[in-house]
């Protein structure tokens, strides 16, 4: 059990290991990429439903922000969420445009992985085709409500948007998976 | 005796017309049963009072968030952090660009240092 008197153990803030790396402790950069490199490679993987895809865009988005790292302002988390957002969104544009016909053999790796095909159920295997189906921003929102669990409050912190257009978005997400699922599952 | 009103209600209310409350206008009870549910799954109600209003949706989201939260356990590969350093440049972010050889990092990176750098501008 953890004595009270202790102090806590300090825990460097974004910002304090940000200056050390502006200050030339390249190596820090590495515990900014084992505080977040999970949560958003839930979201890249729920958004791009491949594995593959979603190392490549947090690989490309760490890299980026590594770059630019001396432009954060406010909450870098926020900020790393963004690019990784944003780089989500520019692989299902370009997936959209390459795969002129999305259908069933066009979908992204991850649905048809053999190794994964072994312990994946058949709910989750649908669940994760219906997600591929709803447009990306309802898709985003629901990923972020359920897949990442995070708050209403929070997510309008990251998108940038109300909690009200964030509870429509979920509330369209669900009902859409709901229309797509119901008749096999319900 | 038809009166509804014979208690304490003034017949006429005092209140002007825009502060009155008027009556909602009733919702379908297929309406009541997805605000129940949507309540629940938004953690705003309880799951006793979503599966009295619609049991059957309250079994399908229940199967489903199960394997939602197999997505939730999914981390990052264990070598993505290697992957990452490898092909950060030997420099800090803020050194001068003739200190970086870009080339070097890019070659540790194919993949993912080949998109097109203005696709996913981060946030100024």
Known sequence: ?186 | MFDHHDDETPATPSRPLADREVPLPTMAAADLAQAAVHGWLDGERSEAEAHAAAPAQVRFWGELMGQVAHHRARTAPASLVDAIMNALPPVSPGAPLADAPVAASRAAAPRAADRPADRSAPPR
């Not at chain 1, 940000?18 to 990429?33: M, W």
């Not at chain 1, 295997?125 to 985003?140: C, I, N, T, V």
């Open chain 1, 1 to 186: 059990m953890t004595d009270p008197l202790l102090p806590l153990p300090e825990v460097d803030s974004d910002q304090d290991v940000i200056t050390r790396i502006l200050g030339g402790d390249r190596e820090s950069f590495a515990v900014l990429i084992g505080r977040y490199s999970d949560p958003l490679y839930r979201h890249a993987l729920g958004m791009t439903g491949s594995p593959d895809v979603a190392e490549d865009i947090l690989q490309a988005s760490f890299i980026k922000a590594y770059h630019h790292l001396g432009e954060v302002r406010g909450r870098f988390d926020a900020w790393l969420f963004r690019i990784v957002a944003n780089g989500c969104k520019d692989w299902l544009k370009n997936i959209r445009r390459t795969h002129v016909s999305y259908e069933e053999d066009d979908q992204p790796s991850g649905f048809a992985l053999p190794d994964e095909e072994l312990d994946r159920t058949e709910l989750r295997r649908d669940l994760d085709a219906a997600l591929a189906q709803l447009a990306p921003s309802l898709r985003e929102a629901f990923i972020l409500k359920h897949v990442e669990g995070r708050s209403y409050e929070e997510m309008a912190d990251l998108l940038g948007t109300t909690v009200g257009a964030l509870k429509m978005r979920v509330h369209r997400a669900r009902e859409a998976l709901q229309a797509l699922l119901e008749e096999r599952y319900a």
